[in-house]
């Protein structure tokens, strides 16, 4: 069965954009965007960019810096590149934020949100941002909390282990499995970082759309692609069992997210 869960590709990017986005991504882009503007880098390297969340709201709080979009999967930089218009001063790029295609010192400031737990050599991945930023740049990153604290990921996670007992598809534990602060404090500290600020970040939010949203949840990652190797059931069967899940867990409760900001500096 396929284990890759950084495959965001086919019809993936579109369910991604329009039913995880709104609900999981934009809230934490503001709030990443505001951290990384306070700071004011001119140069600013984005990686794990997605269909550009925090891409557009940087440039919207910063103007005239030069941003440089990046992701592992092509067809998701094509969804962001249609949040801009020609005159927008930024490159995107396709690139392995393990093996980043820049040069020494070559930015003020990189961003990251909710990437690193995709990348299987993470301590690789802090040397190579140690690496492209300039002396004094700082590493703006987060990552979800524990599955505890993001109920919806446990419900999605529940019911595909219902349908598929003895071989169940394991997406949802990779973007709600590295969250222990202590090892990733570490790890930063290890490539290079200093003055690490460590923020958890809770916000509730109601679903609009509970359906687009079960949509994102099942069609929007990687879960998709686990599904149909298995076979045996119609995904759409998965989907309806999980609107409905989140319809009556969120029906008249907002619904939780918790996420842990990291703010690290390399040394001037």
């Known amino acids: 069965m396929t284990a890759n869960v950084a495959g965001f590709t086919g019809s993936i990017p579109q369910h991604y954009d329009q039913g995880l986005g709104p609900v999981l991504f934009v809230d934490y882009a503001e709030d990443i965007a505001r951290r990384v503007a306070a700071f004011k880098p001119k140069r600013i390297l984005e990686t794990a960019a997605g269909t550009g969340f ?11 810096a030069e941003i440089t979009a990046t992701d592992l999967n092509p067809p998701m930089l094509e969804l962001a590149k249609a949040k801009f218009n020609s005159g927008e001063n930024l490159k995107f790029q396709s690139a392995d934020a393990m093996a980043l295609p ?25 040397r190579e941002v140690h690496r492209v930023l300039a002396p004094g740049g700082r590493y703006f990153f987060n990552v979800w909390d524990s599955a505890a604290h ?17 071989d169940p598809p394991l997406f949802y534990q990779t973007p709600f499995g590295y969250y222990k602060i202590d090892p990733i404090k570490e790890a930063l500290q290890d490539a290079g970082f200093r003055d690490l600020e460590i923020s958890v970040v809770a916000i509730e939010k109601r679903i609009a759309d509970p359906a ?16 149909r190797a298995r076979g045996g059931i119609d995904p759409e069967a998965v989907f309806e069992k999980v609107k ?4 009556r867990e969120y029906a008249s409760a907002p619904m939780s997210r918790q996420a842990i900001v990291f703010e690290a500096r390399k040394a001037a």
Request: aromatic letters at 14%; glycine letters at 6%; a positive charge.
């Open 212 to 227: 687009t949203f079960a949509r994102g949840v099942v069609f929007g990652n990687p879960l998709i692609d686990q599904i």
């Open 54 to 64: 925090v891409t557009r709201r940087l440039k919207d709080a910063m103007r005239s």
């Open 102 to 126: 820049f040069g020494n010192d070559a930015f003020d400031a990189v961003v990251c949100q909710f990437g690193v737990m995709f990348y299987p050599d993470k301590e690789k991945s802090y």
């Open 150 to 166: 993001n109920r919806f990921a446990s419900i999605a996670h529940e019911i595909v282990t219902s349908i598929f007992p003895n």
């Open 244 to 247: 409905a899940a989140l319809i």
